[in-house]
């Protein structure tokens, strides 16, 4: 694994999170990012909340021992509130990647885990959770945007 590729898998998931997002923000109403789903966190706004905060410790650990406590999604009671958190947390995974060399990428970052494994880990979580708020969204009668990471690559998203 090269950063070039990392960070093209990051152009990816960043592109397929704000995609997510504003499909959301232009077809729901707040009600439905609250209304309980029962699929892994229960609802949107709590999937959002989880994916932007695993982030934002995933990359702190990088420079430092990750701020706990943006976790509880009661702190985010509007779009707009999850939205600017969101684009501070994207802003901050762009400037760490744009520093990071080829061999950072096979530092230790704990235990056994190496830097690549770590960033291969946040793509597939946040794919994994995307599908999750998309079953969500068909719950709720709406067709998610598509996620395959072969159309992006393709141009179609």
Not at 108 to 127: D, E, I
């Amino acid at each position: 694994m090269n950063l070039d590729r990392i960070r093209h898998l990051f152009e990816y998931h960043l592109k397929l999170n704000r995609t997510f997002w504003d499909y959301c923000v232009e077809n729901l109403q707040w009600e439905q990012f609250l209304q309980e789903t029962g699929i892994s966190v229960d609802t949107i706004r709590n999937q959002f909340v989880h994916m932007m905060s695993v982030e934002e410790r995933w990359f702190q650990g990088f420079e430092g021992p990750p701020n706990p406590g943006t976790d509880d999604p009661l702190l985010y009671d509007t779009p707009e509130k999850i939205r600017e958190k969101w684009d501070t947390v994207e802003a901050e995974i762009r400037r760490i990647l744009k520093d990071f060399t080829d061999e950072d990428l096979e530092r230790t970052y704990h235990q056994n885990m190496k830097v690549w494994h770590v960033l291969s880990h946040v793509v597939n979580h946040g794919t994994a959770h995307r599908a999750q708020i998309g079953a969500m969204l068909r719950g709720f009668g709406f067709k998610p945007p598509p996620q395959d990471y072969i159309y992006y690559v393709l141009g179609r998203i």
